[in-house]
């Protein structure tokens, strides 16, 4: 698999240059957000506003008004917490076309608590007028900032920094479920860093002769839940999801709500933080600590079919991540 | 705009306008107007430079909210003229204002009396906290704060596009309490924005009473110097010192100029209520009755009829 040494600095710069009514704004987090290289080369057209988002946020709103799409830069958890008053009233409400890059979703900062962003999906995709995409890996992360800034109206990405594996060739559409894979037994939906944990289940999976249906969520708001339904149609044991996140307000109720208002009778395993706070540490340690890992959805997997597979971690580790276009063709479905 | 009347004749009757509309309303802004009338009179009437209303004199109904869908929508700034490259904008702040603001509208032929009629009326645009789709209002305000923010990013990318037409924001001094006005004014010094300044009005009161008692603020001239905006201090009541504090120089910063208003200025009677003066609704019919006796002398105008009100 290989790895990309930070998709997002290249992926803004290129574009960026090309889009003079694009501003890239930072609140202290520049080199964090990979964007120093930018503000070093291109100083006219970055605005450094310092730690005060709640300014940063209605200040990107009155560059909006003034016809300019303002890429807020700052980690995830930053964008919504504290200026969530300033998100609704200076950004949302007026649909603005305010581009909020939010690093660090959920537990892939050691940071802890007040650097976790682990209930922003759910926070976003309430808010009326807001787009909201993640990216999955290098791919996406290089394609999110052109999709991003085709929205008429404020969008807010899950941005992945630093290595980051490319385990896609074709670029991020929003609106377009990646389908990986498509099997019988369970559906597997994931989004971000959950999809390389669920490549590497489905493998195992596979192997112990469970049939597994995988989607990749990029776009999480609009939310697709007609495309979702028919797949969750065409598994005979059930959905789970995994998300680098909440189970509430996320993707696994997102899933809940397509298939309780399709009355389509499907269980649903809902894998991700269960409505708690993590703590810092490494992302493999707090993926394995609050069961997002591949491990996680083997042992969802099996309680869904009734089957023991007899995985275990070792078996995991020994699953090869290749990139997307040599498993299955995701696009061509 | 040409301007057909005087300044002070403009915010004598915004005071008549929204003393008659409490009165028939049963309560209203009342304080604001007192605290107001001369600065927004000063700021439609003549610092201002704004186009001729875009809007309908009768405002339209509330068409909507922002959405993908709406494609018809568009804010209240129309009343304030169209956007171009010269002429100002202007962002009314402390939007619980608006009464206030919808009568200086009124009185520089930007709307119709009868649209106060339709102010907080289901269904109307002329809401009573103002909205981006009320008149005269381009961004929403009412959560305090959040205007010169706003105003600082319009004005810097104004500035960046070459365009002549300065930012005005008007806020009200309780908006000092909030941190994000720090730093609005910080970051405004910080990247040398200098086509925003902002007429505040420092009437020392807020929803819970005079501010003294609410919370503290200390001296605010020499908070906003230091946070590195250029301030000049007036009496609210004098035009000649609003348009001499208007004509400070502020290269390179932001200019914040303080109004120090009375809230009850014109209105002598309402000094009885001091310091509940956000909103004033009356207690009974007979201390309705009396204070429209009371003030509508002092104003120098007949009583409002109250008749089926």
């Known amino acids: ?147 991003a800034d085709s929205v008429d109206g404020p969008v807010y990405c899950r941005i992945l920094r630093g290595a980051v594996p490319r385990l896609f060739d074709t670029p991020l559409e929003i609106g ?108 493999h340690y707090l993926m394995r600590y609050y069961g997002m890992d591949a491990l996680s959805l083997v042992r969802a997997a099996e309680r869904l079919t009734g089957q023991q597979t007899g995985i275990d971690e070792e078996a995991l580790g020994a699953v090869r991540v290749e990139a997307v276009h040599s498993v299955v063709k995701a696009e061509a479905l | 705009m040409q301007n057909s ?45 704004l186009g001729p209303s875009t809007m309908p004199l009768v405002p339209p109904p509330f068409g909507g909210v922002p959405s993908a869908g709406n494609h018809d929508y568009r804010t209240g700034a129309g009343y304030n003229g169209p956007f171009d490259m010269v002429h100002d904008r202007l962002f009314i702040a402390p939007a619980h204002y608006a009464l206030v603001a919808y009568a200086c509208l009124i009185e520089v032929g930007r709307m119709a009396p009868e649209g106060l009629e339709m102010f907080n009326q289901d269904g109307s645009s002329v809401e009573m906290i103002g909205a981006e789709h009320s008149p005269g209002m381009e961004v929403h305000n009412g959560t305090l704060g959040i205007g010169l923010s706003t105003g600082a990013g319009l004005a810097w990318g104004r500035k960046r596009k070459g365009e002549t037409g300065e930012v005005c924001v008007y806020m009200s001094d309780g908006e000092v309490q909030e941190g994000q006005t720090w730093e609005a004014v910080q970051a405004a010094a910080h990247h040398g924005i200098d086509n925003l300044w902002a007429l505040m009005d420092v009437n020392r009161q807020q929803c819970d009473g005079a501010m003294d008692s609410v919370m503290t603020v200390g001296d605010i001239a020499t908070k906003f110097r230091n946070f590195g905006a250029v301030v000049a201090e007036v009496d609210a009541h004098d035009l000649t010192a609003l348009r001499e504090a208007k004509a400070t120089p502020h290269a390179g910063q932001p200019l914040i100029i303080l109004a120090h208003s009375s809230p009850t200025k014109g209105m002598d009677f309402l000094m009885r209520r001091f310091p509940r003066l956000h909103y004033v609704r009356f207690k009974s019919d007979e201390e309705r009755c009396e204070m429209n006796i009371a003030i509508a002398a002092g104003l120098g105008i007949e009583p409002v009829d109250l008749g089926e009100h």
Do not use: W
């Open chain 1, 1 to 147: 698999m290989e790895m990309v040494n930070r998709p997002y600095a290249k992926a803004f710069e290129d574009y960026a240059v090309q889009h003079p009514e694009v501003l890239c704004l930072s609140a202290d987090l520049t080199s964090s957000c990979e964007i120093d290289g930018f503000r070093d080369r291109h100083p006219g057209q970055f605005l450094s506003l310092g730690m005060a988002e709640q300014n940063m946020l209605s200040f990107a709103g009155g560059l909006g008004l003034a016809g300019f799409r303002p890429f807020l830069h700052s980690f995830g958890v930053f964008l919504y917490r504290r200026p969530y008053d300033q998100l609704m009233a200076s950004i949302a409400y007026p649909r603005r076309q305010v581009r909020l890059m939010g690093f660090l979703p959920g537990i892939t900062t050691p940071g802890g608590m007040t650097h976790q962003a682990i209930e922003d999906i759910s926070v976003m995709r309430t808010i009326p007028n807001m787009t909201v995409l993640e990216a999955g890996d290098a791919t996406e992360v290089e394609s999110i900032v052109a999709a």
């Open chain 1, 176 to 283: 377009r479920i990646r389908v990986l894979a498509e099997g019988t037994d369970v559906l597997i939906i994931t989004a971000g860093i959950t999809t390389e944990e669920a490549i590497r289940a489905r493998a195992a999976l596979n192997r112990a002769g469970v049939s597994v249906r995988h989607l990749h969520l990029n776009t999480l708001k609009p939310f697709d839940a007609a495309t979702i339904l028919g797949h969750a149609e065409a598994v005979k044991h059930g959905v789970i999801t995994l998300e680098n996140h909440l189970v509430t307000g996320g993707i696994g109720s997102m899933v809940g709500e397509a298939l309780a208002e399709a009355g389509l009778p499907r269980r649903l395993i809902r894998l991700g933080l269960q409505d708690t706070y993590a703590h810092g540490g490494s992302r």
């Open chain 2, 5 to 49: 009347r005087t300044t002070e004749d403009v915010a004598h009757g915004i005071r008549c306008r929204v003393f008659e509309h409490t009165m028939r309303n049963n309560g209203g802004y009342l304080s604001q107007a007192c605290s107001a009338a001369e600065q927004l009179a000063f700021l439609y009437n003549e610092a201002l430079n």
